[in-house]
C-alpha cells in the first residue's frame, strides 16, 4: 500500500476515534521498520488494539466497498475453483460466493482493478469486490485452500453463526478456538448459500435515506434511442452475410472487415462492447466476429448474453483473442458460451475463412432442418412478456410480474425497458445484487437515461459500494432533468464524499 493510502487509513482510524495521533505515529515507525510491511488496519486489529469489526469500517470507508468479517463466512469450497490457489495467495483474493453469474470477492486491496478484470474476463461473471484485513485474509486463503485439497465440503470462519450452521446442516459439535480455524463436515450442500456477512459504513447507510429505488415511472419507459453511440458505418458491400467485426485493434478490424469484404460479405464494423451491442440489435447480423478483451464488455460477456437470448441465441459466433496468460482458462469456451469458433492471435487467413466457412456450412444445415424463428416475432413475444408484467404489477403480483420481465430478458437481453423495469421490481423486493445487475444492463443500452442512473446510484448504496455510487450520481447530475433535482443530488453527493 502507498505511503499516502497509509496515510489516509490512519487518518480515518484518528478521525474515528480508534486510535490517538501519537499511537498512529508510533505504528507508522514500527512499519517503516518491519519486513513485512504490515498493512495499518491490520496492525492495530491483530495488536488487539481496536476491534477488527472498527478496523474493517474504517477500512469500507476508505476504499468505498463494503467489509466482510471473514471470520463468519461459510465458503462452499467447490467455489474456489475460478481462482488457482498461487494466484489467490499472490494477489490476497478469496472467492466467497459465487450465485448465478455474481462472484463476492475478499481482497485486500480492492483498487485492484486489473485482478477483477482478468476474474470476469476468465468467468464471464461479475465480480463485486469485498474489502477484508490483510493478515485474516491470508490466514482464511490458506485454510480454506487447504480444506478443499483435503476434500472437505465447506471452510467455517472461527465465528460463523449457529443459524448458518443450522441451515447449512452441520450435523456433528462444532469445536472453535480463539486460535485456529478449521472447516466443518457437513451432512448436506444447502440449496442456496448464504450471504457474505458484510460490514456497512454508518454513513453510507445514512445518506442513503435521502433517496429510494422508486417505481413512479413503472410502465411508462420508452425503449432506448440510440443514444450516447458513434455513427453506425456499415460496408458498402449489398450481397453476401451480413457480419459484425468487433475488435479494439483498428489494424485487426480493417483487415478481417477488408477479407470478409472481399469476399462479397456486407461487413459492419465496432471498436467497443456497448457498441456491438447496439448493432447486433439493429443489424441482427448473421456472424459475429468477436475479440475476446473490448473496453467496456468483454467479449465473453457479450457472447453470453447473446447466446442466452432466444431472439439472438442463433446468430454463430467466432472468437478471436490472444492467450491469455494471468490464468488458466479451464472451462471450454464453445460449451460454457455457445461460441461456434475460436482462434488464438495471431491468426492466418486461411484460419480466419476457414472458420467462417465452416460457420455457414453448419448453419446452412440447421435452417434446412429447422428454419430460424421470425425477429418479428420475437420482438412481439418480448413485448407481450413486458406488458404482462405490468399488467401484474398493477394487479399486485410482484413475483408474477417478475417472472413475466425475466422471461422477456430471455427472449430479448438488448430491450431496455426490459431491464429496467425488471430492476425497479428487484429492488424494492430487496434484491439488490439482482437489481445492480438489471440496471447495469440498462445504463449499458441508454447511458444518459437519468432514472436508470439515479437507481442505480441508490442501489450500489445500499450495497455499501460508495465509490461507484458517487459515479452514478456524479452522471445522474449530468442528465439529471432540472435545477431542483441537481441541486438534491449535489447537496446527497457532499454526503457521501
Not at 481462482?83 to 478469496?94: D, F, G, K, S
Not at 484460419?351 to 416475432?377: I, K, N, T
Request: hydrophobic residues 40%; aromatic residues 6%.
Amino acid at each position: 500500500m502507498a505511503n499516502e493510502e497509509k496515510k489516509q487509513i490512519g487518518k480515518i482510524l484518528v478521525q474515528r476515534k480508534l486510535v490517538s495521533l501519537q499511537e498512529l505515529e508510533t505504528a507508522l515507525r514500527v512499519q517503516k521498520r518491519s519486513l513485512d510491511k504490515k498493512p495499518l488496519a491490520s496492525h492495530f486489529a491483530d495488536t488487539r488494539r481496536i476491534p477488527e469489526i472498527e478496523a474493517l469500517r474504517a477500512l469500507s470507508e476508505q476504499y468505498g466497498v463494503p467489509g466482510i468479517d471473514l471470520s463468519q463466512v461459510a465458503i462452499l469450497l467447490e467455489h474456489l475453483d475460478v481462482v488457482p490457489r498461487e494466484v489467490a495467495e499472490a494477489h490476497r483474493i478469496l472467492p466467497v460466493l459465487m450465485r448465478g453469474d455474481r462472484i463476492f470477492l475478499a481482497m485486500a486491496d480492492p483498487t485492484e482493478k486489473r485482478v477483477i478484470d482478468e476474474l470476469e474476463f476468465v468467468t464471464g461473471k461479475k465480480v463485486y469486490p469485498y474489502i477484508a484485513l490483510s493478515s485474516t485474509l491470508e490466514r482464511a486463503i490458506a485454510a480454506s485452500y487447504e480444506s478443499k485439497a483435503r476434500g472437505e465440503v465447506y471452510y467455517f470462519g472461527p465465528s460463523v453463526p449457529e443459524e448458518t450452521l443450522r441451515q447449512l446442516g452441520v450435523s456433528v459439535p462444532v469445536e472453535r478456538t480463539a486460535k485456529t480455524e478449521r472447516a466443518i463436515p457437513v451432512a448436506r450442500p444447502p440449496s442456496i448459500p448464504p450471504d457474505p456477512r458484510a460490514i456497512l459504513d454508518p454513513a453510507m447507510e445514512r445518506a442513503s435515506d435521502d433517496w429510494e429505488v422508486s417505481t413512479a415511472e413503472f410502465g411508462q419507459i420508452e425503449e432506448a434511442s440510440s443514444v450516447g453511440y458513434a455513427p453506425v458505418l456499415p460496408g458498402s458491400s449489398r450481397t453476401g452475410k451480413r457480419i459484425l467485426v468487433v475488435d479494439d485493434e483498428p489494424d485487426i478490424r480493417n483487415l478481417l472487415a477488408r477479407l470478409l469484404r472481399d469476399k462479397g460479405h456486407q461487413v459492419f464494423e465496432a471498436d467497443r462492447g456497448l457498441l456491438a451491442l447496439r448493432l447486433v440489435k439493429e443489424h441482427l447480423p448473421d456472424l459475429i466476429v468477436l475479440d475476446a478483451m473490448l473496453p467496456e464488455l468483454h467479449g465473453f460477456d457479450i457472447a453470453r448474453r447473446i447466446k442466452g437470448s432466444a431472439k439472438y441465441g442463433k446468430i454463430p459466433i467466432i472468437m478471436i483473442s490472444a492467450i491469455y496468460r494471468g490464468w488458466s482458462i479451464a472451462q471450454d469456451l464453445k460449451q460454457n458460451y455457445g461460441i461456434e469458433e475460436y482462434l488464438e492471435k495471431p491468426f492466418r487467413i486461411a484460419d480466419v475463412l476457414a472458420a467462417v466457412g465452416r460457420v455457414f456450412s453448419q448453419e446452412q444445415s440447421r435452417v434446412a432442418v429447422a428454419p430460424p424463428r421470425d425477429p418479428e416475432a420475437m420482438d412481439a413475444e418480448a413485448e407481450q412478456a413486458l406488458n404482462a408484467g405490468i399488467a401484474a404489477y398493477r394487479g399486485g403480483q410482484v413475483d408474477v410480474a417478475i417472472e413475466h420481465l425475466k422471461r422477456g430478458v430471455g427472449i430479448d437481453p438488448l430491450s431496455y425497458r426490459l431491464h429496467f423495469h425488471l430492476a425497479l421490481l428487484l429492488g424494492k423486493q430487496g434484491l439488490v445484487y439482482e437489481a445492480i445487475q438489471a440496471l447495469e444492463r440498462a445504463v449499458d443500452l441508454h447511458p444518459k437515461n437519468f432514472s436508470a442512473l439515479k437507481n442505480l446510484a441508490v442501489l450500489y448504496e445500499k450495497a455499501g459500494f460508495k465509490h461507484k455510487a458517487t459515479e452514478m450520481w456524479q452522471r445522474s447530475l449530468r442528465v439529471a432533468p432540472d435545477e431542483p433535482t441537481r441541486t438534491s443530488i449535489k447537496e446527497h453527493l457532499l454526503k457521501l464524499l
